[in-house]
């Protein structure tokens, strides 16, 4: 995420972060974000996210990519 983020970025894009606090306060926040917004649990993240997004894509990642593409995946098929 972080280094399609810097790519966005020296693009003239602009990125849109949603962290929960606890991984924010371990530094973990991309320095050069346009925006970060903070909530309390990862639920809050993904169902900001989903607030804030016109689509998703899923890129290689671990466990946590696939548990939050199938909670779009579900939301946006349940809301269509």
């Not at 309390?40 to 016109?54: I, N, Q, V, W």
Request: aromatic share 6%.
């Amino acid at each position: 995420m972080g280094v399609i983020a810097t790519e966005a970025l020296s693009h003239g894009g602009s990125v849109i972060g949603v962290m929960p606090g606890s991984l924010v306060d371990r530094e973990l926040a991309h320095p050069g974000l346009t925006r970060l917004e903070i909530v309390e649990t990862m639920h809050e993240r993904k169902a900001r996210m989903a607030e804030l997004s016109d689509a998703f894509i899923a890129l290689p990642g671990g466990t946590g990519t696939l548990e939050e593409f199938f909670e779009v995946w579900t939301w946006r098929r349940r809301h269509s």
